[in-house]
């Protein structure tokens, strides 16, 4: 038996990426016998990087009395101290290579043995993924160690391992060398968080290999070489030759993320047969262009870290096949691996299901702005070889996966001499893929120009390469001139983190308008909760505002498309809508379908359309789509119910049309059979036109001119009763309710907070007082008989600044009208708030109802929330909902449930009357049952209380949402100007809808 030497003990502060390994490989799947250790390990957490001290690989260890752990897990996910949460900073001092002596160390054990029909053979112990380093013994023997924590690493233990009594020992300090290289704006995980197994390795058999498979022309290419003679079988195309000889095949049928065709097939040597999974596809830049199969092509994707909000990184298949399938469902047709190889098993399934994959190294050192990059490993040459190694290990394990389509070098981690021997390593490694790298500003190593987060100005004058030239970079200069000849990748925009992302309809018009982009990223794609449950049994999800420990990135990973437990936020909704695959408008008498595939034709697709009259359906069908290539447009008439719906037999047309109603026509895409990802029915895209002129028809009260009384302190318009005094409106018929209040303010978002003191909103609105307006009711008047118009002004205390508001009621066809106006005043364009101009973030009147009411129908946008740079998901239809339902559980609580362009709405509830509300044309309402200012104090979803009242607002509009949290300052287009605003609504008692 060794005893720990002592060299062990500073393992994990060396910086060199590990010993005792053997070299990287290829991941296959093999009929070789597997021995899978997973399951419940010994295990012990020490506060030092020494663990428990030297008697950890001595397998007399008594150990009975330690906890046991799942393998694979994270021990601060399984009750053994706190994850972590950071976005740049390290959560210990800039000191590379070394660690505070306050290191956590799990240690682990476990105890196997090699089942009876074992081989013979060489045996392999294979670990695909230890957080941060891990040191390795078995039997007493050290093995060696590891760092680079989303990557595999192997020993060969084929003289070490016995049939019985085995023990395997395992430290793994939470921090080491490997943790700078490894910033990436995530939680930090420690512990053995992906599978470890025994594979056994035959004698004389393939260790590694290597497949290229290329296309051009309707005729494949493939080439299998291995360390070892071998034979490579691909019945399907009649394939049978030894390893190293290229076969040239015709009519084969190209991989794509579209038609992700694999022709199976298997390399067998020494008695072992491995699976191959092959896919026929050339990627090339030509002419400043990325081509795949000789086309060019849009990634329309998404960032994704793995998590889950119990397990952390350490996700089963299951979990994987979930993610996939809601990205194809949702139109994403990419993933950038940010910020690290995933689990193998997640590139196997795009393969098969069809995803394109930027596959981006284990490699980011964004903590080292703090120290002005001083010391930054990529410029440093004690750090080449780890990182030279993280390279080695990602490319050799992901070499043979179709779905690969470029690697991705790193992230934020500047530049250095580094990245030249990475490049140079991968192209003469692997010359088939091209390579991407960010943050290096001349590009030098990046066959892409790629930004973060760049505004949609600046995104354009990128598409027509006409962008301002980097600040470390000289005009003109040979780096200039190459970056504006290179394709553009947008790595990360659209920041989704808690309502938003805003523009992405305007970032996609821009993308697909020049030929230079190749697609972009959102980031990303889930928040990072993880869950918990509060004192009353409550679960709820963590941030790493919860962690009492400094540094951490408060909620900043709550930054996703999903929601933690894999529910789809609006802002996954919305990005669906903005990359769908088919765009399908109506020009005059046509219908017009613009294919945006990159390679398929419409084929795999059905249209149905119907006719909807004020949200009422009258008329379906389905629509004939001609045979249609990718990128490329086809025309079809209208259906003849469109042009003559008065021919319904129900006669619904002619009615809801004869009294004025809105006709809608929406066509959608939908999949004309079941797939791998979704059932046939999918809606894949969806188009609608409104059809003609005409307004909604609004239900007609036969009641007579009321003329305006005084009694007891009210005043009474018809059936509407207000209070003398302030002017606000108390009964209307049998319903009592309190309003309006003049209202600028909403919760802000985590967008209206922007990025520190970057783009944000919220504090200059605080600042000038938007969150406090006070009221005064002015003169009360009676210009007719059937008029009452109440003046008012409404601002903050210490300010000049406020609107005039007027409020104009009449009473006419028995209803109450209401006309609202506010005019601006006082010191708006004071620039202490951090603006020249300060924009309020609603313009509207907020009402207060009794909390008995449950629903809500209306005719308008939706049925999601909606806002004015995130809109493009909201159908016009007509909808219902409840109240309670109406609310979207950000994990933050924040403004949502905000519904644009509504023509009309009623609430009810047991009891009461329904109360009807018609814009005029159109108003944004939302309701809920707690005010804007409880919204915006509450921390958790289930901080809010019911207040008893509903919470109506009738608004003008409110600003956009943007994506400020991290990226450009919202648009001035979808701000609110200050300036005068009027909009009128019309209020109605009614029997029901």
């Known amino acids: 038996m060794s005893h720990l030497p002592e060299a062990a003990l500073i393992f994990h502060e060396d910086p060199g990426p590990g010993t005792g ?24 957490l020490s506060g030092t990087a020494d663990g428990t001290g030297p008697s950890l690989p001595d397998p007399g260890l008594d150990d009975t009395g330690w906890d046991t752990i799942r393998v694979p897990s994270h021990w601060v996910l399984e009750g053994h101290g706190d994850p972590l949460y950071t976005n740049t900073a390290y959560p210990f001092p800039i000191d590379p290579p070394h660690l505070p002596d306050q290191n956590p160390t799990g240690d682990y054990r476990l105890r196997f043995d090699l089942p009876p029909t074992w081989p013979s ?36 233990v084929t003289d070490v391992v016995r049939p019985r009594g085995n023990v395997l020992a395992v430290r793994v300090q939470r921090w080491s060398s490997g943790s700078y290289l490894e910033d990436q704006d995530m939680w930090w995980l420690p512990g053995i968080f992906r599978d470890v197994e025994l594979l056994s390795r035959p004698e004389g058999g393939i260790d590694d290999f290597t497949v290229r498979a290329s296309y051009s022309a309707g005729t494949g290419a493939l080439l299998v070489t291995s360390d070892t003679p071998g034979l490579v079988e691909v019945p399907e195309l009649g394939i049978a030759v030894p390893t190293g000889q290229e076969v040239v095949v015709g009519e084969v049928e190209p991989w794509s993320a579209e038609h992700p065709r694999l022709y199976r097939g298997t390399l067998r040597a020494a008695g072992e047969t491995i699976a191959l999974a092959i896919g026929f596809r050339t990627v090339e830049i030509t002419g400043g262009r990325l081509l795949i199969n000789g086309a060019p092509v849009l990634f329309r994707g998404v960032n994704r870290h793995e998590h889950d909000p119990d397990r952390g990184r350490s996700l089963d298949r299951e979990t994987m096949i979930r993610d996939i399938e809601l990205m194809k469902r949702h139109n994403v047709n990419a993933v950038r691996t940010a910020h690290y190889p995933p689990h193998p098993e997640f590139l196997r399934l795009c393969d098969e299901y069809g995803l394109w994959v930027v596959d981006e190294c284990d490699i980011e050192t964004h903590g080292f702005i703090y120290s002005g990059w001083e010391g930054n490993p990529p410029a440093e040459p004690r750090w080449r070889d780890a990182l030279l190694d993280r390279i080695r290990r990602m490319v050799e394990r992901d070499k043979n996966h179709p779905s690969v389509v470029i690697w991705s070098l790193g992230n934020e981690s500047d530049s250095g001499s580094a990245f030249a021997d990475i490049e140079t390593w991968i192209r003469e490694h692997d010359p088939t893929r091209p390579l991407h790298y960010e943050r290096d500003p001349s590009y030098r190593h990046s066959d892409f120009y790629s930004l973060m987060y760049p505004s949609l100005d600046d995104l354009e004058r990128i598409g027509q390469r006409k962008e301002e030239t980097p600040s470390d970079v000289v005009a003109g200069s040979p780096d200039d001139v190459r970056r504006r000849g290179l394709p553009f990748l947008l790595c990360e925009y659209a920041h989704a983190m808690g309502n938003g992302p805003g523009s992405l309809v305007d970032y996609q018009v821009i993308l697909e308008s020049y030929e230079r982009f190749c697609g972009a990223f959102v980031w990303e794609w889930i928040d990072h909760g993880l869950a918990a449950v509060d004192e009353h049994g409550r679960r709820y999800y963590r941030h790493g505002g919860d962690i009492d420990y400094q540094p951490n990135g408060e909620r900043y990973c709550l930054d996703g498309l999903l929601f933690p437990d894999r529910t789809p936020s609006p802002g996954l909704l919305e990005l669906r809508k903005a990359i769908e695959p088919v765009a399908i408008t109506v020009e005059g008498s046509s219908v017009v379908v613009v294919n945006k595939h990159d390679f398929a034709t419409l084929a795999h697709l059905g249209f149905r359309w119907l006719v909807e009259v004020d949200g009422v359906r009258v008329a379906a069908g389905m629509l004939s789509v001609p045979e249609c290539a990718a990128r490329s447009e086809v025309r079809v008439p209208l259906p003849d119910a469109v042009d003559a719906p008065a021919q319904d037999a129900a006669g619904a047309v002619s009615r809801l049309a004869s009294s004025g109603g809105e006709t809608w026509l929406t066509v959608e895409a939908v999949l004309a059979e079941d797939t791998r990802w979704a059932a046939a029915g999918h809606v894949v895209a969806w188009g609608q036109t409104r059809l003609g002129p005409g307004t909604p028809a609004r239900p007609k009260a036969h009641q007579p001119h009321a003329v305006a009384s005084h009694r007891d302190g009210t005043v009474s318009l018809g059936n509407a009763t207000f209070d003398s005094r302030t002017g606000r409106l108390t009964h209307l018929g049998k319903l009592a309710l309190d309003g309006p209040t003049f209202d600028v303010w909403r919760a802000p978002t985590e967008n209206d907070h922007g990025q520190g003191p970057r783009n944000a909103l ?56 209401l006309l609202v106006e506010a005019d601006p005043v006082g010191d708006w364009d004071d620039t202490a708030y951090g603006h020249l ?111 008893g009242r509903v ?43």
């Open 121 to 156: 053979g060489r045996s392999v112990l294979r670990f695909q993924g230890v957080d941060s380093c891990g040191t390795v013994w078995l039997n007493g023997e050290l093995l060696g160690h590891s760092k680079g924590s989303r990557l595999p690493f192997e020993f060969d």
């Open 951 to 993: 919470w109506l607002n009738l608004d003008h509009g409110q600003q956009g949402v943007g994506s400020a949290s991290c990226g450009p300052a919202l648009p001035e287009r979808y701000r609110l100007e200050v300036r005068r605003y009027s909009w009128s609504m019309t209020l109605t008692v009614v029997r029901g809808s």
């Open 762 to 817: 919220a504090a200059d609105w605080q600042a000038a007082g938007l969150d406090r307006f006070l009221h005064r009711t002015g003169p009360i008047e009676h210009p007719d008989p059937h008029t009452l118009v109440v003046h008012g002004r409404s601002g903050p205390a210490t300010r000049t600044l406020g609107f005039r508001t007027t409020c104009t009621y009449r009473w006419q066809d028995g209803a109450l009208h």
């Open 837 to 947: 101009t300060l924009t309020p973030p609603r313009m509207g009147t907020r009402w207060s109802l009794p909390g008995g009411y449950t629903d809500v129908v209306w005719f308008g946008r939706g049925p999601g929330e909606s806002y004015a740079d995130s809109r493009a998901a909201a159908r016009a239809g007509r909808f219902a909902g409840s109240i309670n339902g109406m609310q979207t559980p950000y994990l933050v609580p924040q403004e949502n449930g905000n519904h644009v362009e509504t023509r009309w709405l009623e609430l009810s509830g047991p009891g009461l009357p329904t109360l009807r509300v018609d814009g005029a044309p159109h108003l944004d309402f939302t309701a809920r049952r707690w005010t804007s200012e409880a919204l915006q104090a509450a921390r958790r979803p289930h901080d809010l209380a019911d207040s």
């Open 21 to 44: 390994r053997r070299a990287p490989r290829a991941d296959f799947v093999s009929d070789a016998p597997r021995l899978p250790l997973n399951g419940r390990w010994r295990f012990r």
